[in-house]
């Protein structure tokens, strides 16, 4: 029984499969049939590349030029590409567990750095306000302190945003 080459349908140049020795009634109308004289060298070829390396050139498998296996690999990190930021932006967004967690986190990091910026621009406002060193440090020692915080303190900041419902969505 023959081998067959199977192209990709609608499209006779892109390789889709290789399967040896079946009935030509089971072959189907998007493949070539291998003649006897090209078998071997066809079935090492097949071995031998990886799969999206190899095009269809005279009904035959061809290795792809290395501008071809390079397009090929940047088509298939932008593809990639793509599917990870997709898959980033739908775990932010949704109603569930991971999401309404990831969403309740990321706004506790929020609200820290925003405190972190308020106490930015009330020591610039100090410092333009201060008539002298001594005033700027009676200004700046009238702020509290912002303490460290602790895993329990965050632990308890999310499942405050959770129970709000503030970042249900």
Partial sequence: MPDYLYHVAGNTSKFDKYIASIDPSQAGSNCFEIAEANTS???SLVASIPTKYLKIV???AA???QAEKDAVDAALAAENVTTVRTGAK???VGFAIDQVILRALADVIKDEINIMRQ???DRSADVAA???LADLKTRWALR???D???LAQLKTAINNKIDSGSVDS
């Fill in 63 to 65: 290795e792809m030029t």
């Fill in 144 to 146: 509290s302190s912002l």
């Fill in 58 to 60: 005279n009904s035959l």
């Fill in 119 to 121: 106490r930015d621009r």
């Fill in 90 to 92: 739908n775990k932010i």
């Fill in 41 to 43: 060298s066809q079935r």
């Fill in 130 to 132: 201060a008539v002298s």
């Fill in 148 to 150: 460290d915080r602790t």
